[in-house]
T-cell receptor
Framework: DAKTTQPNSMESNEEEPVHLPCNHS???????IHWYRQLPSQGPEYVIH???SNVNNRMASLAIAEDRKSSTLILHRATLRDAAVYYC????????????FGTGTRLQVFP | DGGITQSPKYLFRKEGQNVTLSCEQN?????MYWYRQDPGQGLRLIYY???????QKGDIAEGYSVSREKKESFPLTVTSAQKNPTAFYLC?????????????FGPGTRLTVT
Protein backbone atom coordinates (compact mmCIF):
# COMPACT_ATOMS: atom_id res chain seq x y z
CA ASP A 1 0.00 0.00 0.00
CA ALA A 2 1.30 3.43 -0.93
CA LYS A 3 2.20 5.58 2.08
CA THR A 4 1.79 9.24 2.93
CA THR A 5 4.03 11.54 4.95
CA GLN A 6 2.65 14.49 6.88
CA PRO A 7 4.14 16.85 9.48
CA ASN A 8 3.23 15.85 13.01
CA SER A 9 1.82 19.25 13.91
CA MET A 10 1.11 22.71 12.58
CA GLU A 11 -0.15 25.95 14.07
CA SER A 12 -2.28 28.72 12.73
CA ASN A 13 -4.03 31.86 13.91
CA GLU A 14 -7.75 32.25 13.53
CA GLU A 15 -8.92 33.82 10.24
CA GLU A 16 -5.63 32.95 8.49
CA PRO A 17 -5.26 30.44 5.65
CA VAL A 18 -3.70 27.08 6.47
CA HIS A 19 -1.81 24.87 4.04
CA LEU A 20 -1.46 21.26 5.20
CA PRO A 21 1.08 19.35 3.11
CA CYS A 22 1.16 15.66 2.28
CA ASN A 23 3.87 13.74 0.44
CA HIS A 24 2.97 10.54 -1.39
CA SER A 25 5.91 9.83 -3.69
CA UNK A 26 4.89 6.18 -4.29
CA UNK A 27 1.36 7.01 -5.42
CA UNK A 28 0.10 4.96 -8.33
CA UNK A 29 -1.85 6.35 -11.26
CA UNK A 30 -5.20 5.15 -9.97
CA UNK A 31 -4.86 6.09 -6.28
CA UNK A 32 -7.34 8.67 -5.04
CA ILE A 33 -6.13 11.24 -2.49
CA HIS A 34 -8.55 11.57 0.41
CA TRP A 35 -8.47 13.90 3.40
CA TYR A 36 -10.30 13.29 6.64
CA ARG A 37 -10.12 15.15 9.92
CA GLN A 38 -10.78 14.00 13.47
CA LEU A 39 -11.77 16.23 16.36
CA PRO A 40 -10.86 15.04 19.86
CA SER A 41 -12.80 11.96 20.99
CA GLN A 42 -14.89 11.90 17.81
CA GLY A 43 -14.98 9.81 14.66
CA PRO A 44 -13.17 11.11 11.57
CA GLU A 45 -15.01 13.38 9.19
CA TYR A 46 -14.55 13.40 5.41
CA VAL A 47 -13.08 16.65 4.10
CA ILE A 48 -12.31 16.29 0.41
CA HIS A 49 -10.83 13.95 -2.21
CA UNK A 50 -9.31 14.17 -5.66
CA UNK A 51 -7.50 12.21 -8.34
CA UNK A 52 -5.58 14.58 -10.60
CA SER A 53 -7.25 18.00 -10.71
CA ASN A 54 -7.54 20.51 -7.91
CA VAL A 55 -10.83 20.30 -6.03
CA ASN A 56 -12.89 22.75 -4.02
CA ASN A 57 -15.80 22.22 -1.68
CA ARG A 58 -17.45 24.14 1.13
CA MET A 59 -14.91 22.93 3.68
CA ALA A 60 -11.57 23.21 1.90
CA SER A 61 -9.55 23.07 -1.30
CA LEU A 62 -7.23 20.32 -2.43
CA ALA A 63 -4.24 21.23 -4.56
CA ILE A 64 -2.56 18.26 -6.26
CA ALA A 65 0.92 18.54 -7.71
CA GLU A 66 1.28 17.91 -11.42
CA ASP A 67 3.33 14.74 -10.80
CA ARG A 68 0.84 13.72 -8.05
CA LYS A 69 3.67 13.01 -5.61
CA SER A 70 2.35 15.59 -3.17
CA SER A 71 -0.82 17.44 -2.31
CA THR A 72 -1.91 20.28 -0.07
CA LEU A 73 -5.13 20.72 1.85
CA ILE A 74 -6.04 24.39 2.07
CA LEU A 75 -8.33 25.81 4.74
CA HIS A 76 -9.01 29.31 3.49
CA ARG A 77 -9.81 30.91 6.85
CA ALA A 78 -9.04 28.82 9.91
CA THR A 79 -11.50 28.85 12.79
CA LEU A 80 -11.15 27.41 16.26
CA ARG A 81 -13.43 24.56 15.16
CA ASP A 82 -10.85 23.53 12.57
CA ALA A 83 -8.46 22.39 15.30
CA ALA A 84 -8.20 18.65 14.65
CA VAL A 85 -5.94 15.90 13.36
CA TYR A 86 -5.93 15.90 9.56
CA TYR A 87 -5.27 12.64 7.73
CA CYS A 88 -4.08 12.38 4.15
CA UNK A 89 -5.00 8.95 2.76
CA UNK A 90 -4.35 7.21 -0.53
CA UNK A 91 -7.28 5.11 -1.61
CA UNK A 92 -6.49 2.60 -4.38
CA UNK A 93 -9.16 2.43 -7.05
CA UNK A 94 -8.86 -1.37 -7.11
CA UNK A 95 -9.55 -1.73 -3.40
CA UNK A 96 -11.37 1.38 -2.36
CA UNK A 97 -12.77 -0.22 0.77
CA UNK A 98 -9.51 0.20 2.63
CA UNK A 99 -8.64 3.55 4.16
CA UNK A 100 -5.09 3.41 5.48
CA PHE A 101 -4.65 6.06 8.15
CA GLY A 102 -1.24 7.39 9.16
CA THR A 103 -0.73 9.49 12.28
CA GLY A 104 -1.85 12.69 10.55
CA THR A 105 -1.12 16.36 11.27
CA ARG A 106 -2.40 17.89 14.46
CA LEU A 107 -3.55 21.45 13.66
CA GLN A 108 -3.71 23.97 16.47
CA VAL A 109 -5.62 27.19 15.86
CA PHE A 110 -5.01 30.16 18.12
CA PRO A 111 -7.48 33.01 18.67
CA ASP B 1 -31.66 12.60 10.89
CA GLY B 2 -29.57 10.07 8.99
CA GLY B 3 -26.38 8.85 10.51
CA ILE B 4 -24.43 6.18 12.32
CA THR B 5 -25.00 5.36 15.96
CA GLN B 6 -22.65 3.44 18.19
CA SER B 7 -23.47 2.35 21.67
CA PRO B 8 -22.45 2.60 24.35
CA LYS B 9 -20.05 5.55 24.31
CA TYR B 10 -17.97 4.05 27.12
CA LEU B 11 -17.71 0.36 27.99
CA PHE B 12 -15.85 -1.35 30.79
CA ARG B 13 -15.21 -5.07 30.97
CA LYS B 14 -13.15 -7.55 32.92
CA GLU B 15 -10.42 -9.46 31.16
CA GLY B 16 -11.62 -12.79 29.76
CA GLN B 17 -15.10 -11.59 28.87
CA ASN B 18 -16.42 -11.23 25.37
CA VAL B 19 -18.08 -7.91 24.61
CA THR B 20 -20.24 -6.80 21.67
CA LEU B 21 -20.18 -3.25 20.31
CA SER B 22 -23.22 -2.00 18.49
CA CYS B 23 -23.23 -0.11 15.16
CA GLU B 24 -26.40 0.95 13.37
CA GLN B 25 -26.85 3.15 10.29
CA ASN B 26 -29.96 4.55 8.66
CA UNK B 27 -28.19 5.93 5.59
CA UNK B 28 -29.11 2.94 3.41
CA UNK B 29 -25.40 2.35 2.83
CA UNK B 30 -24.25 -1.00 1.48
CA UNK B 31 -20.76 -1.06 3.00
CA MET B 32 -19.84 -0.96 6.68
CA TYR B 33 -16.50 -0.98 8.48
CA TRP B 34 -14.94 -1.39 11.91
CA TYR B 35 -11.74 0.41 12.88
CA ARG B 36 -9.65 0.47 16.00
CA GLN B 37 -7.70 3.50 17.22
CA ASP B 38 -5.00 3.48 19.90
CA PRO B 39 -3.81 6.68 21.60
CA GLY B 40 -1.86 8.96 19.28
CA GLN B 41 -2.30 6.59 16.35
CA GLY B 42 -4.31 6.50 13.18
CA LEU B 43 -7.18 4.09 12.59
CA ARG B 44 -6.65 0.45 11.65
CA LEU B 45 -9.23 -1.65 9.81
CA ILE B 46 -10.59 -4.66 11.69
CA TYR B 47 -13.40 -5.98 9.46
CA TYR B 48 -15.54 -4.68 6.65
CA UNK B 49 -18.73 -5.78 4.93
CA UNK B 50 -19.75 -4.91 1.41
CA UNK B 51 -23.14 -6.59 1.50
CA UNK B 52 -25.50 -8.34 3.89
CA UNK B 53 -24.33 -11.80 5.03
CA UNK B 54 -20.80 -11.17 3.78
CA UNK B 55 -17.72 -9.66 5.42
CA GLN B 56 -13.94 -9.63 5.02
CA LYS B 57 -11.03 -9.40 7.43
CA GLY B 58 -9.11 -6.19 7.61
CA ASP B 59 -5.56 -5.73 8.80
CA ILE B 60 -6.09 -6.65 12.46
CA ALA B 61 -8.99 -9.14 12.58
CA GLU B 62 -7.47 -11.57 15.08
CA GLY B 63 -9.51 -11.71 18.28
CA TYR B 64 -12.56 -10.06 16.74
CA SER B 65 -15.73 -11.33 15.07
CA VAL B 66 -18.58 -9.64 13.21
CA SER B 67 -21.94 -10.40 11.65
CA ARG B 68 -24.01 -8.63 9.01
CA GLU B 69 -27.50 -10.08 9.17
CA LYS B 70 -29.20 -6.78 8.36
CA LYS B 71 -28.13 -3.95 6.07
CA GLU B 72 -28.32 -1.38 8.82
CA SER B 73 -26.47 -3.29 11.53
CA PHE B 74 -22.85 -4.46 11.85
CA PRO B 75 -22.02 -5.51 15.44
CA LEU B 76 -18.44 -6.21 16.50
CA THR B 77 -17.56 -8.77 19.17
CA VAL B 78 -14.27 -8.35 20.97
CA THR B 79 -13.40 -11.83 22.18
CA SER B 80 -11.20 -12.89 25.06
CA ALA B 81 -8.62 -13.91 22.46
CA GLN B 82 -7.88 -10.26 21.66
CA LYS B 83 -4.67 -9.55 23.58
CA ASN B 84 -4.99 -5.77 23.92
CA PRO B 85 -8.67 -4.92 23.62
CA THR B 86 -8.57 -1.52 25.32
CA ALA B 87 -9.00 1.02 22.51
CA PHE B 88 -11.34 3.46 20.77
CA TYR B 89 -13.56 1.58 18.30
CA LEU B 90 -15.07 3.33 15.31
CA CYS B 91 -17.73 2.13 12.93
CA UNK B 92 -18.18 3.62 9.46
CA UNK B 93 -20.32 3.15 6.38
CA UNK B 94 -20.20 4.13 2.74
CA UNK B 95 -22.77 4.17 -0.01
CA UNK B 96 -21.38 1.45 -2.27
CA UNK B 97 -18.35 -0.81 -1.98
CA UNK B 98 -15.67 -0.67 -4.62
CA UNK B 99 -16.06 3.05 -5.24
CA UNK B 100 -14.14 5.99 -3.73
CA UNK B 101 -17.20 7.22 -1.84
CA UNK B 102 -16.57 8.96 1.44
CA UNK B 103 -16.90 6.96 4.62
CA UNK B 104 -19.20 8.27 7.34
CA PHE B 105 -18.05 7.56 10.87
CA GLY B 106 -19.97 7.04 14.07
CA PRO B 107 -19.04 8.74 17.37
CA GLY B 108 -17.07 5.71 18.58
CA THR B 109 -17.08 3.42 21.61
CA ARG B 110 -14.23 3.63 24.09
CA LEU B 111 -13.62 0.15 25.49
CA THR B 112 -11.59 -0.38 28.64
CA VAL B 113 -10.69 -3.91 29.73
CA THR B 114 -9.10 -4.45 33.12
Amino acid sequence: DAKTTQPNSMESNEEEPVHLPCNHSTISGTDYIHWYRQLPSQGPEYVIHGLTSNVNNRMASLAIAEDRKSSTLILHRATLRDAAVYYCILRPSNNTDKLIFGTGTRLQVFP
Amino acid sequence: DGGITQSPKYLFRKEGQNVTLSCEQNLNHDAMYWYRQDPGQGLRLIYYSQIVNDFQKGDIAEGYSVSREKKESFPLTVTSAQKNPTAFYLCASSLRPGRPYEQYFGPGTRLTVT
